[in-house]
């Protein structure tokens, strides 16, 4: 409600003071509104940058995410096993004839590991042994058999080379346990290739570094193999063998007819 301003009096100004009493509150009102509307914008504004901040963390690991998985997708899978030779086997060179080659393998983890050998010719190839469980820096000596077809032409024996390859597979496993090579079909998520190795023939009238280490290689195999054989060294107590057997009968027996003599001598 309004107070009409051309009213006088004595006190001119308390009246054009009262002329309009609402205008001071409609001014604190409207200023009030004004600085609500400059909250809720400010707010509405931090939200959006907590959104757009969120977003970007979002995105940066996603990212990275994303980067890590490619860098681990083309960086090499961590060796468990150490081969020596490291990707080749050495073969001398016999057209018609079965040869062998050797390869060393350690398992340089500190786990228990089994091992698996394929070849791309199972018909012509055969390893022994196919595969293994090797304990923390264990090793071995595996020989690798292979028929060397002979040539079509006259070649050279630098001039041959072989398709075949072989191929080592691995596999961590729980301590100590029978070999199966299920294992590798059950766990195939967990397989490691360590490395496929293609053939080189070497010429066995020629002697060369390699050859001298394959010769000793494989006589270290047929060493170990002849070792295997062989039955475990008797360390616990005796056992009693067919001829102690049958002399501790005899010995029972004649002091048994012993004391039946002396038992008729009584008798008399």
């Not at 006088?8 to 604190?28: E, I, M, T, V, Y």
């Not at 200023?31 to 940066?60: D, I, K, P, W, Y």
């Not at 681990?72 to 057209?95: G, H, I, Q, V």
């Not at 067919?242 to 012993?258: F, T």
């Given at each position: ?161 072989s398709r075949v390859k072989f191929k080592i597979m691995s596999l961590k496993v729980k301590g100590d346990m029978d070999y199966v090579p299920e294992l590798f079909d059950e ?82």
């Open positions: 409600m309004a107070v009409e301003a051309e009213k006088s009096g004595p006190d001119g100004k308390l009246w054009s003071l009262f002329k309009n009493p609402f205008g001071q509150s409609r001014n604190a009102s409207s200023s009030s509104s004004s600085s609500s509307s400059s909250t809720l914008s400010s707010m509405h504004n931090v939200h959006q940058l907590g959104q757009t901040h969120e977003s970007v963390e979002r995105a940066a690991l996603h990212s990275a995410s994303t980067v890590s998985y490619v860098t681990k997708s083309l960086l090499p899978a961590r060796r468990r096993l150490r081969l020596d030779p490291a990707n080749k086997l050495f073969f001398p060179y016999e057209p018609g004839k079965q040869v062998k080659s050797a390869i060393g393998i350690k398992n340089t983890s500190k786990s228990h590991v089994a091992f698996k050998f394929q070849t791309t010719a199972p018909k012509s190839c055969y390893m022994r042994p196919p595969g293994g469980i090797l304990a923390p820096s264990e090793s071995l000596i595996a020989t690798v058999f292979k028929f060397v077809e002979p040539p079509e032409t006259n070649e050279k024996l630098v001039d041959q080379k766990q195939k998520d967990q397989v490691v290739v360590e490395q496929v190795l293609r053939v080189v023939f070497l010429d066995p009238e020629r002697p060369t570094l390699a050859m001298e280490k394959l010769k000793r290689q494989l006589a270290e195999a047929e060493a170990a193999l002849e070792a295997r054989k062989k039955p475990p060294e008797d360390t616990g107590p005796r056992i009693v063998g067919e001829g102690l057997v049958i002399d501790e009968w005899k010995e029972r027996r004649e002091r048994y007819l012993a004391q039946q003599q002396v038992e008729g001598v009584d008798s008399v």
